[in-house]
């Protein structure tokens, strides 16, 4: 169903629309405490289907320097977080070119990209706002972990099953080396790949 109808809808049908946070403590996934540094950033990776992501660029008249695009990414399906964000690339791509020269990149993603900082009414550069960034490099991935992608990836991004099959698509990961985070304030905090992989990202069920 288109995305803009069903709030009509529902509204049609005499349901009220409780968009992701919007109905309190009692359902939708909770921003973990901003002291639990680790966790966070591992919600903000969960809760994001889109990152932007800063290349070396290759491309005259701005080789050497950063050239941050978009692209859709995924750590696994709703509920199903790995921590590791998943691309589906081709080398067609204009940012996919620089990674094959260098495939050093960054990648940014924001709570701003969901209802959260909008309804709490956090400016998106507010720490407030949570929003990571990740350091590292992209590697392909193939086998059982091509496997996962697929599943991490069209799960969350249905149109990529259409998209064309002469691009030579293929799966990737953003293999982290160091996760930045600013969700409070007194400036940015360092977690560790390790710690990053084992913080649980949601709050258990009761
Ligand atoms: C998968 O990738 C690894 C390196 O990333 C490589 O060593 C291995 O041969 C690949 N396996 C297949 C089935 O392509
Ligand atoms: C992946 O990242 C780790 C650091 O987290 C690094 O030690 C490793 O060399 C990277 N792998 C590749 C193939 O770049």
């Known amino acids: 169903m288109n995305a803009s109808l069903r709030p009509t809808l529902l509204l049609l049908l005499g349901l009220a629309w409780l968009g992701p946070g919007s109905c309190g403590p009692a359902c939708g996934p909770q921003i973990p405490p901003h002291d639990q540094?680790?966790?966070?950033?591992?919600?903000v990776a969960h809760q994001c289907d889109w990152a932007s992501m800063a290349t070396i660029s290759s491309h005259r008249p701005v080789e050497g320097q950063p050239f941050s695009?978009?692209?859709?990414?995924?750590?696994?399906?709703?509920?199903?977080?790995?921590?590791?964000?998943?691309?589906?690339?081709t080398r067609m791509e204009v940012s996919v070119q620089d990674l094959q020269?260098?495939?050093q990149a960054s990648?940014?993603?924001s709570l701003a990209q969901t209802d959260y900082c909008r309804q709490q009414g956090f400016d998106p550069q507010s720490p407030l706002c949570a929003h990571i960034i990740l350091s590292g490099s992209v590697l392909e991935v193939n086998g059982t972990e091509a496997d996962f992608a697929k599943k991490a990836l069209f799960s969350r991004h249905p149109e990529m099953i259409d998209w064309p099959t002469d691009h030579n698509w293929f799966f990737a990961k953003f293999n982290i080396s160091q996760v930045w985070v600013l969700d409070y304030f007194g400036g940015i905090k360092t977690v560790?790949?390790?710690?990053?992989?084992?913080?649980p990202p949601h709050r258990k069920h009761h």
């Open 37 to 43: 540094v680790a966790r966070v950033a591992r919600f």
């Open 69 to 89: 695009n978009v692209f859709s990414v995924s750590d696994g399906p709703h509920g199903t977080s790995s921590g590791v964000p998943y691309l589906y690339l």
């Open 101 to 103: 020269v260098n495939p």
């Open 107 to 109: 990648l940014s993603m």
């Open 192 to 199: 560790t790949p390790d710690e990053y992989f084992q913080a």
